[in-house]
């Protein structure tokens, strides 16, 4: 398990079918931190449960670089969207926001994996449960999903990831 093996699954599961859309629809109307998602879902897909501490580990190592480098790139793209003429600008725009995406992943890695004992789940495998229940369970510790808030679009979001394992 690496950061490396990680972006490769994400970048991929974001190119699935419905994916993309569901995950923008819930970072526009939830505030959603996509990777993180992503993040607690391939942590299921390897059998790893985490918990609030982990959680509350990758929001201390991400948290400045999300709200000073990676938002205000997607809001300046995002304003960005009307006139040929800022067609270039808003695709290099694009390119950067994907690169701080990937250095949010290493964050993300860091601050959960390294530099600090992880809980039992992530040491190692959790007793074998589905991964849609795993998935499930990971991403309700999540902001967006806390305390069963969007429990439809949680569910909706394991079944899209589910039907490309």
């Not at 879902?41 to 999300?66: G, K, P």
């Not at 902001?143 to 909706?156: H, N, S, V, Y």
């Amino acid at each position: 398990m690496t950061v490396d093996t990680f972006w490769e699954w994400a970048v991929a599961c974001y190119g699935r079918t419905g994916v993309q859309q569901h995950l923008l629809a819930l970072q526009n109307t939830q505030d959603l931190v996509i990777l993180e998602a992503l993040f607690a879902c391939w942590l299921a897909s390897h059998d790893r449960q985490w918990h609030r501490e982990d959680v509350q580990a990758m929001n201390a190592s991400t948290r400045i670089w999300l709200d000073e480098v990676v938002m205000p790139l997607r809001a300046t793209r995002l304003r960005w969207t009307s006139g040929e003429d800022l067609s270039d600008p808003r695709q290099h725009l694009l390119a950067l926001e994907v690169q701080a995406e990937r250095h949010l992943a290493e964050l993300m890695w860091c601050g959960v994996m390294t530099g600090r004992t992880p809980s039992p789940g992530l040491v190692s495998p959790v007793e074998k449960r589905t991964s849609s229940a795993l998935m499930s369970s990971n991403l309700s510790l999540l902001p967006t999903f806390f305390d069963g808030k969007c429990a439809l679009e949680r569910t909706q979001l394991v079944a899209l990831l589910e039907k490309g394992t």
